[in-house]
């Protein structure tokens, strides 16, 4: 599956940003999908996951009750809703997959994961 990545940009302290990952393929529903941000010289980091059945999810603490993932399998398409965003949120944002059997079931964790779209750079100033 291929992913591209788009929706970043500059925003000012407070203000909100709607990222999305279209996948190509006919199968995206039997993914699991990630939302993963790195800074320059800083680890990849995990943002926020959601299981094939939309249902299950998680969060980083510093983003959770500020961002919300969404997909539509119809669209191909997962989502990250970002609001009351900080300084501290800039980075380049990743969607990635992985190809799932469990419906229910999502990776936290980078190497969890089997593909990757090319990143969008999220700017948040002070």
């Known amino acids: 599956v291929q992913l591209q990545a788009s929706g970043g940009g500059l925003v000012e302290a407070g203000g909100s940003l709607r990222l999305s990952c279209a996948a190509s393929?006919?199968?995206?529903?039997?993914?699991?999908m990630g939302w993963f941000r790195q800074n320059l010289g800083k680890e990849r980091e995990f943002v926020a996951a959601?299981?094939?059945?939309?249902?299950?999810?998680d969060y980083t603490e510093s983003v959770r009750g500020r961002f919300t993932v969404s997909r539509d399998n119809a669209k191909n398409t997962v989502y990250l809703q970002m609001n009351n965003l900080k300084p501290e949120d800039t980075a380049v944002y990743y969607c990635?997959?992985?190809?799932?059997?469990?419906?229910?079931?999502?990776?936290?964790?980078?190497?969890?994961?089997?593909?990757w779209g090319q990143g969008t750079q999220v700017t948040v100033s002070s």
């Open positions: 393929g006919r199968t995206f529903g039997r993914y699991a």
């Open positions: 959601i299981a094939r059945n939309g249902i299950h999810k």
């Open positions: 990635a997959a992985v190809f799932e059997n469990r419906g229910n079931y999502y990776s936290t964790g980078a190497s969890g994961y089997q593909y």
